[in-house]
């Protein structure tokens, strides 16, 4: 794997895990630009939900697919939509560049999710269920891209903020993963590498 110039720290995950929320944070802890590819999308082409409506989601994922090259070459920090990974030049793509999975619990993101217009959960009469087979159907994707996993369903965000700043200056220093594969000291328990 080839890292680039412009290699971003990419945060990837289910909706409601904090992308957008945690990534302003940790690219303002960085320094660095932060990214969101549904923002790149709706300055681009409207609200998402009138683009699922209009498009379907094909055309949709067509429109972020673009917003996620672009963030992409900016570098920095970058949030990807929930399901941007569904699209294997976008898995490709983000080999070049360090990825961090954000998770949460069904019982957490209700509260996340509670009242948001989200066109993937508006079908059915139970959201989290329909989350959840989302984040199912998507998990084996989300663990091929990613580098590192932080939980974000306990304790305050605040502190994932500070674990995946202190796993980015490890990972800009050049030092990678240990050897050992373990999690060094600095990030929470609820942290794994690969």
């Known amino acids: 794997m080839t890292r680039t110039s412009t290699e971003a720290i990419v945060l990837v995950g289910p ?103 989200r066109p993937l959960l508006a079908d059915g009469d139970d959201p989290v269920a329909r989350w959840e087979a989302i984040v199912a159907s998507r998990s084996a994707l989300y663990a091929e891209v990613a580098d590192v996993t932080f939980d974000t369903s306990h304790g305050p965000l605040a502190l994932v903020v500070k674990d995946i700043v202190s796993w980015a200056r490890h990972m800009r220093e050049g030092r990678g993963i240990p050897a050992n594969g373990n999690a060094w000291d600095a990030l929470s328990e609820g942290t794994e590498t690969k």
């Open 15 to 117: 909706m409601g895990a904090g992308k957008s929320s945690i990534g302003r944070r940790v690219a303002r802890e960085l320094g660095l630009p932060f990214t969101d590819t549904d923002t790149l999308v709706v300055r681009d082409h409207g609200p998402i939900a009138q683009l699922f409506a209009t498009q379907g989601e094909a055309g949709f994922r067509e429109m972020e697919r673009g917003a996620v090259q672009e963030a992409l070459a900016r570098g920095g920090v970058v949030a990807l939509g929930g399901g941007a990974i569904l699209d294997p030049a976008t898995r490709t793509d983000l080999g070049a560049h360090h990825v961090v999975l954000l998770t949460v619990s069904p019982q957490i993101v209700k509260a996340r999710i509670q009242g948001a217009r």
